[in-house]
């Protein structure tokens, strides 16, 4: 038997792998100093019998006609996330990115944002904004902002928006959500900014019935310039991700790296978790992982010709590991105390690691260095989640 030559890196088998205004508040001063004292003066051209009720002056105008300011009364995340749909909302919170600006019949230019504040993120839909103003809200500016909670096919937004940009700047780190993908928890970072990590590329099926690695619009209707829409998948589950024109069009560097793929590459991403009778990420980034770029012809065929028999291993945690590969198909047995799991999928040369897909959809890899004609370093299998 052959012998996995480096040392393992404590790897474990797995099988299962988001303007000016605000609300008034019921206790501001709006009734505080109107001078009510009986012996307050009034008008000495008031007629005997005459009534001055509420402090009118007799022309007709209003002592207190001096509007009070509205106190802004700003909500946390939390707050938003439990008003009710069509409630008025106010909230502060920094641009991240934004939809292309546009003129929108009688409402006059038109722009949709994707914001996030420290403790969520908003996106706002169709908020009037000028030319000059759509310019100044790049990545990072703070703003206030007041409009209506609304709802579409799952997706939680502002609109009838107004904004008021303020002193401050925050730029939102990714958030790797890969693991909540098909959880009940990952609605709770909507419209946040996130990323996702070694997810690959499933077929799509175009209009003729072939398999390709994405489409023009979400049914192949479309062309180069439209929405494109491309298939992954992680722990044996397929998602759907979209590259919103509107937000990244033709020509952009995500735009291209989609046009790129190819199905079975390995992908890296980030985006904003938009969300559309389910998941449906705005994607900004897509990085084909360097472990498992593609490779060669005469690389495949050599590198798969050395892999060809049984390799076995023990991992750091007493797991014994005897590996099979025969011609495209990968077979594993890990024993335990007497206690033997086995798997079989097929087995994919990549770049730096041999990528497995197990027949139940889940992934796993090995990394290995190749010198040009032998495997120097083969390392243990590590899944895939």
């Known amino acids: 038997m052959k012998k996995i030559i480096a040392l393992l890196l404590a790897l474990v088998m797995v099988f299962a792998l988001v303007a000016c205004g605000g609300n008034k ?85 038109v722009g949709s944002f994707y914001t996030q504040a420290e403790d969520g993120a908003y996106f706002l839909y169709d908020m009037p904004c000028s030319q000059e103003d759509y310019d100044k809200l790049v990545p990072g500016t703070k703003i206030r902002v007041t409009g209506y909670k609304a709802e579409w096919a799952g997706e939680v937004e502002i609109v009838d928006a107004t904004f008021e940009i303020l002193d401050g700047n925050f730029v939102a780190e990714p958030l790797d959500v890969t693991s909540l993908l098909g959880t009940d928890e990952l609605i709770a970072h909507q419209n946040e900014f996130v990323s996702f990590s070694t997810m690959k590329v499933e077929p799509s099926v175009d209009a003729e019935g072939n398999e390709v690695p994405y489409l023009y619009k979400w049914d192949g209707s479309g062309t180069a310039g439209d929405d494109i829409y491309f298939n992954v998948s992680v722990g044996g589950a397929v998602y759907n991700f979209v590259v919103e024109s509107y937000l990244r069009g033709d020509g952009t560097d995500v735009y291209e790296a989609v046009e790129a793929l190819t199905i079975g590459t390995i992908i890296d991403m980030e985006g904003f978790l938009y969300w559309y009778e389910g998941a449906n990420p705005h994607i900004t980034s897509v990085v084909v992982n360097p472990l498992f770029a593609s490779v060669d012809d005469a690389t495949n065929a050599a590198v798969s010709a050395y892999l060809q028999g049984t390799w076995e291993y023990t991992d750091a945690y007493g797991i014994y590991y005897e590996i099979i590969f025969d011609g495209v198909d990968f077979y594993v047995t890990s024993t335990i105390n007497g206690e033997s799991l086995s798997n079989e999928g097929t087995f994919q040369v990549c770049a730096g690691a041999i990528l497995v897909t197990y027949t139940n959809g889940m992934m796993a890899y090995m990394e290995y260095e190749w010198d040009g004609t032998d495997i120097t370093n083969l390392y243990g299998l590590v899944g895939l989640e």
């Open 25 to 109: 508040d019921a206790g501001t001063d709006a009734d505080a100093d109107v001078n009510t004292d009986a012996g307050a003066d009034t008008n000495t051209d008031a007629e005997a019998g005459d009534s001055i009720e509420g402090g009118a002056e007799a022309d007709g105008e209003t002592a207190g006609d001096a509007e009070i300011p509205e106190e802004v009364v700003v909500m946390t995340h939390d707050e938003f996330v439990a008003a009710e749909l069509d409630a008025k909302v106010v909230v502060e919170t920094y641009v991240q990115d934004k939809q292309g600006w546009w003129e929108k019949d009688g409402v006059g230019g």
